[in-house]
């Protein structure tokens, strides 16, 4: 059964500076890996998607990366601003065209 | 296009009494996905269709949840009778195929 995993559950940066999230994943069959924020009360706005076969994706200050033989993705969003500050979830998508979430980590950018 | 549309925003019932969830998912999507979320367990999938017909179900948690999806643009997902344990955020999501999943605001459902 997948499980996904992302440490820290919370991170508190001063404005200003980069943000490394990270997430792991026990399965490497996946299809692809999606990056995900969610504001408080609010629904999931997808960031990226990382198919399987590709090592990384970028968009804006955001760029994502995946090492799917050890199970990794890494999030960096570069020079944080207050309005970064939300929770931030990865899910792998294996068989099927389920989705396994992790359990987030919630970031608080401070001015 | 409006994005996924969920309804209602907000319900408040008593134990025992049935509730009804509704999603309107994006127009041309053929994939529908109900989730729940609560603190202790975090996002979990509960059921997911394609093209109108449920294919994994495995999360639904007991017999007293069911979904449907009668038609293309219009979902539903009961709970009877509802429980206190059954307080959650319900989000619908939806998709083209297999790429990437656009979420509803979800329903804050609190059972008392």
């Known amino acids: 059964k997948q499980e996904v995993t992302q440490i820290p559950a919370a991170l508190s940066v001063p404005e200003g500076e980069n943000l490394v999230l990270n997430c792991s994943f026990t399965?490497?069959?996946?299809?692809?890996l999606q990056w995900f924020r969610q504001d408080p009360g609010k629904g999931l706005t997808s960031l990226l998607l990382?198919?399987?076969?590709?090592r990384e994706q970028t968009s804006g200050r955001l760029n994502a990366s995946l090492d799917k033989s050890s199970g990794r993705s890494t999030l960096y969003i570069a020079a944080s601003q207050p309005g970064d500050s939300a929770t931030y979830l990865c899910?792998?998508?294996?068989?099927?065209?389920?989705?396994?979430f992790g359990g987030g980590t919630r970031v608080l950018v401070k001015p | 296009d409006a994005g996924v549309i969920q309804s209602p925003r907000h319900e408040v019932t008593e134990m025992g009494q049935e509730v009804t969830l509704r999603c309107k998912p994006i127009s041309g999507h053929n994939s529908l996905f109900w989730y729940r979320q609560t603190m202790m367990r975090g996002l979990e999938l509960l059921i997911y269709f394609n093209n109108n017909v449920p294919i994994d179900d495995s999360g639904m948690p007991e017999d007293r949840f069911s979904a449907k999806m009668p038609n293309a643009s219009f979902s539903t997902l009961k709970i009877q009778p509802s429980e206190p344990r059954d307080s959650a955020v319900y989000f619908c999501?939806?998709?083209?195929?297999?790429?990437?999943?656009?979420f509803g605001p979800g329903t804050r459902l609190t059972v008392l």
């Open positions: 990382i198919q399987s076969s590709q």
């Open positions: 899910a792998v998508k294996a068989a099927g065209n389920k989705l396994t």
């Open positions: 399965d490497s069959a996946i299809y692809n």
């Open positions: 999501a939806s998709s083209e195929g297999g790429y990437t999943q656009y």
